[in-house]
């Protein structure tokens, strides 16, 4: 079974309803670290050595966060600055997170509808996480399309809960180390097939 590293951001997770329904559902799932950023290091300053043992012990990395300004919370990209050094995460020398996979997990305010080309936002969703994927990429990991649950401020509860649930199955799919080839022929994990 594939060990899954949870990296969660969310600077108001205390008014947070989307995401905290997510993470209420899915923190306790067997075989899953739950790593709240936020709370470990409010002062933003990252245990750098904790941080790389925590990669190295998982097999799939996850960077759940709500979507801000089209991209992330600034205590994750700050990870991403500090942890993924060359020489450890990239470089001649830096394989330790070679062959590992990694994806986004993201709630977004817009509707699914409003991130096209033909949308207010222009760009699909996969298109605004480029970096992320390039990021994972430049560290060898194999960058899976995101999952995301999207025009948040509209969702019934029970959409929300039938949200949720998708969100443990992908995790619990992740686990059994689904098919990637499967995995990335959706734009977004959400529309895979086993999940609805
Ligand atoms: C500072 C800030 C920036 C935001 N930027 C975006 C954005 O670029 N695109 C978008 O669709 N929603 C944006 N939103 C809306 C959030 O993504 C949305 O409120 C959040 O995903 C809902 O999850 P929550 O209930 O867990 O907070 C933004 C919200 C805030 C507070």
New binding site residues.
């Given amino acids: 079974m594939n060990s899954i590293l949870i990296l969660f951001a ?1 600077p ?2 205390e ?6 329904a ?1 993470v209420r559902r899915i923190e306790s799932v067997e075989g899953l670290t739950f790593h709240d950023l936020y709370e470990r290091y409010p002062d933003f300053h990252i245990d750098i050595s904790y941080e790389k043992e925590l990669l190295a012990g998982h097999d799939i990395v996850i960077w759940h966060h ?6 992330c ?1 600034p205590l994750l990209k700050q990870w991403i600055d500090l942890v993924l050094e060359y020489g450890w995460a990239y470089g001649p020398k830096g394989t330790a997170l070679k062959a590992k996979k990694c994806l986004n997990v ?5 509707t699914r509808a ?2 096209c080309a033909e949308g207010r ?1 222009h760009y699909s969703v996969n298109e ?1 996480l480029r970096p992320f994927e390039q990021t994972a990429r430049l560290c060898g990991m194999e960058y899976l399309p995101p999952f995301a ?2 025009g ?2 509209e969702l019934t509860d029970a959409e929300l809960e039938r949200e949720t649930c998708k969100y443990e199955k992908t995790i619990r799919l992740l686990q059994q180390g689904g098919s990637s080839s499967d995995l990335k022929a959706c734009d977004l994990l959400n529309d895979v097939p086993d999940l609805n």
């Fill in positions: 969310h108001k997770f008014q947070s309803r989307t995401n905290k997510l709500p979507m801000y300004w089209y991209s919370p993201i709630t977004t305010g817009g409003l991130y936002n605004f649950v999207m948040t401020h």
